[in-house]
């Protein structure tokens, strides 16, 4: 019965949702980020990718030791790992473009259409009536969740499918490989941002107020929380600035779905030598499970922190 409940009034809201002008406008903009990938992106890295190396044998391999064993200071030789796709790197400054694109653009729209879904049933009525009923606020909260994720999967569907599909004929594995990537940066992040879109819903009253909050929370997770934690690191001791760090950037899913794309993308070399643990923690699955455990820990207490919200604000 109660999932019954549930799943009809996912069905409706997901039904207005794909009725509405800003998906539609949104739909063309994830075509065009997704031409921009196939067209941009992928010929960028087939045409210049990457060879990944690190100690001296990258740099010069005729070094005069004068004589001297360098085994003697402890320094021993580091062997020369065979060449082949796991060394080469799919990062380039086109993608980390298009990463961008993605890390700036997704957040404020599902931010938008999630406040503005809540917003309007507070304006015209549907709100007042649902609580006359004898239903928990949870259903509505999740509905409302629900029904974004799947509009915004529906539109990404859509958009980088076509383009998939295309990329799919052609048989690259390394191209097929960066979709792949890019496909789920935008699934992790619509997940996220669904989930804190209905906490503007739930606090603001009209529709600038939402729109106002959401702008608030999206400023400060894409540019402002950096400069914090620049400020934040210098204070820590620095035995525990790495693990102080990484702390820091699960907190925010922008910072944690971008290492993590980064680290997928086999360009850990970009966060310099003191952070190459990065990359062993993405070999052994760490980041991938540290990553989707913060994201669920985020998902759920900003859902349940709405709904609380919902029921002391709501009008």
């Known amino acids: 019965m109660k ?3 549930l799943f009809s009034m996912t069905k409706h809201e997901l039904r207005l949702l794909l009725r509405s002008r800003w998906l539609l406008n949104f739909m063309i903009l994830f075509i065009f980020l997704s031409g921009l990938l196939y067209f941009y992106g992928l010929q960028s890295v087939k045409s210049d990718q990457a060879e990944i190396s690190y ?24 062997k020369q790992k065979e060449q082949g796709n796991a ?25 938008i259409l999630g406040a503005n ?14 609580k006359t009923y004898q239903a928990s606020l949870g259903y509505y909260m999740a509905s409302k969740f629900l029904s974004l994720v799947l509009s915004m999967f529906i539109v990404m569907g859509v958009s980088y499918g076509l383009f998939g599909f295309i990329l799919s004929l052609s048989g690259n594995s390394i191209a097929a490989g960066i979709y792949q990537i890019f496909m789920l940066v935008n699934m992790f992040l619509i997940l996220v941002f669904s989930a804190a879109s209905l906490m503007a819903g739930a606090v603001s009253k009209t529709r600038m107020q939402g729109f106002s909050l ?16 620049f400020s934040a690191i210098d204070l820590i001791p620095y035995s525990f600035k790495q693990s102080i760090l990484f702390f820091f950037i699960l907190l925010n899913p922008i910072e944690s779905i971008r290492v993590w794309s980064i680290s997928r993308l086999n360009a850990e070399y970009v966060f310099g030598p003191e952070y190459l643990m990065i990359e062993q923690w993405g070999r052994n699955g760490i980041l991938t499970l540290s990553l989707i455990i913060s994201l669920a820990a985020i998902i759920l207490f900003t859902i349940g922190s709405s709904t ?3 029921k002391k604000r709501g009008v």
């Open 3 to 5: 999932s019954a409940l």
């Open 55 to 78: 100690g001296i044998e990258g740099v010069k391999t005729n070094i005069d030791t004068m004589g001297v064993n360098p085994e003697y200071y402890g320094l021993q030789e580091m």
């Open 87 to 111: 060394n080469q790197s799919a990062y380039s400054r086109s993608i980390a473009m298009l990463i961008n694109l993605s890390l700036w653009l997704l957040p404020i729209i599902c931010m």
């Open 117 to 130: 879904s809540i917003i309007s049933d507070k304006e015209n009525g549907r709100f007042s009536l649902y």
């Open 214 to 229: 959401a702008l608030f929370f999206w400023s400060f997770v894409v540019f402002v929380y950096e400069f914090i934690i």
């Open 308 to 310: 609380q919200l919902l």
